[in-house]
């Protein structure tokens, strides 16, 4: 259960201030459209959202859980993704992923969507823990900021 609701986030990110939400429970929650640039999320569930269009640029989302999330048209421009969980979370062409640090995260070539998001480079299959790693060597198509 979310530690949130969408309008007490509205409020929160509409703050002059970085949102700091490390750790926080937003399982569930339709976030579709909001803003979390430069946001501090670490450790936070993000499963199952709606998380189309939405933006975090430059925001801190290491070891985040997109688990069956829908990521379609989300901007991870220049974030720090480093042991995110997107396991069954559904991609398309406008998720932009440009610059995002994708170090151990954990992306199934065979997912919904990710072979729309442009990703340059290899996907490399580490056998613990069944991780990925992108390594990223390119331009990601995308949407930009908003």
């Known amino acids: 259960m979310a530690d949130l609701t969408r309008k007490e986030l509205v409020k929160l990110l509409s703050s002059p201030f970085r949102a700091h939400l490390t750790g926080t429970d937003l399982s569930g929650l339709d976030l579709n459209g909001l803003n979390f640039s ?27 859980r997109f688990v069956d999330s829908d990521v ?7 974030s720090a993704l480093q042991n995110a969980d997107f396991s069954g979370a559904i ?8 610059s995002a640090s994708l170090k151990n995260t954990n992306i199934s070539k065979e997912q919904k969507g990710i072979s729309q998001t442009g990703i340059s480079g290899e996907v490399v299959k580490r056998n613990l823990g069944d991780v990925l ?12 900021r908003r």
């Open 133 to 144: 790693i992108a390594i990223l060597g390119g331009i990601f198509g995308g949407g930009g």
């Open 72 to 78: 379609r048209g989300a901007d991870f421009e220049q």
């Open 38 to 64: 430069s946001a501090y999320l670490a450790n936070a569930n993000l499963s199952k959202c709606n998380l189309q269009n939405t933006v975090f640029y430059k925001a801190d989302l290491k070891n985040v």
């Open 91 to 98: 991609f398309n062409d406008k998720t932009n992923l440009k």
